[in-house]
T-cell receptor
Framework: AQTVTQSQPEMSVQEAETVTLSCTYD???????LFWYKQPPSRQMILVIR??????QNATENRFSVNFQKAAKSFSLKISDSQLGDAAMYFC???????????FGTGTSLTVIP | DTGVSQDPRHKITKRGQNVTFRCDPI?????LYWYRQTLGQGPEFLTY????????KSRLLSDRFSAERPKGSFSTLEIQRTEQGDSAMYLC?????????FGPGTRLTVT
């Protein structure tokens, strides 16, 4: 089974600063999808950003961008101009193009300091 | 609003009792997933439906767990003879293709 590793259980960032969350994954497949999800305290999980493995260009969504390194099997999330509302658990997830399961990491808890 | 609702939001039950959870996605979401999430962990895949067909089940899903999705609309997850180890958040997600939108979850506490 594929594994997704988030090596930073907790991170903190000053408001308006930039923070990068790390994610690595293990797979033998060449075609897959990677995701970052945000889970605010006591609220439901929402999709932040998605990356298709066949695309070389890194995905961006407003203040959120990824650094996708396919050879290194690395998929980091950069949050620019951090806001108080960015405080949440962030989960990295993997889905094969041929399978149906999503595999999640253990999450990174992000604190935004005013 | 992700268009996925779950009921109930909280359930407290005694060990040995049966519980059933419901998930209601919007009609366009033909794919539906159930996950279990314990404190400090990411969601763990339990099962997957495409329309009404249950296409995948995790090895985590013991024979005490059963899920249905009649007519490809809402889905139910039943746990029989609950154990304390079943205490967790049960998440439903739905979508099309490779996307998934999560519901708010049902928090189960087994006493």
């Amino acid at each position: 089974a594929q594994t997704v590793t988030q090596s930073q259980p907790e991170m903190s960032v000053q408001e308006a600063e930039t923070v990068t969350l790390s994610c690595t994954y293990d797979t033998s497949e060449s075609d897959y999808y990677l995701f970052w999800y945000k889970q605010p305290p006591s609220r439901q999980m929402i999709l932040v950003i998605r990356q298709e493995a066949y695309k070389q260009q890194n995905a961006t969504e407003n203040r959120f961008s990824v650094n996708f390194q396919k050879a290194a099997k690395s998929f980091s999330l950069k949050i620019s101009d951090s806001q108080l509302g960015d405080a949440a658990m962030y989960f990295c997830a993997y889905r094969s193009n041929t399978g149906n399961q999503f595999y999640f990491g253990t999450g990174t808890s992000l604190t935004v300091i005013p | 609003d992700t268009g996925v609702s779950q009921d109930p939001r909280h359930k407290i039950t005694k060990r040995g009792q049966n519980v059933t959870f419901r998930c209601d996605p919007i009609s366009e979401h033909n794919r539906l997933y159930w996950y279990r999430q314990t404190l400090g962990q990411g969601p763990e895949f339990l099962t997957y439906f495409q329309n009404e067909a249950q296409l995948e089940k995790s090895r985590l899903l013991s024979d005490r767990f059963s899920a249905e999705r009649p007519k490809g609309s809402f889905s139910t997850l039943e746990i029989q003879r609950t154990e304390q180890g079943d205490s967790a958040m049960y998440l439903c997600a739905a979508g099309r293709l490779y996307e998934q939108y999560f519901g708010p979850g049902t928090r189960l506490t087994v006493t």
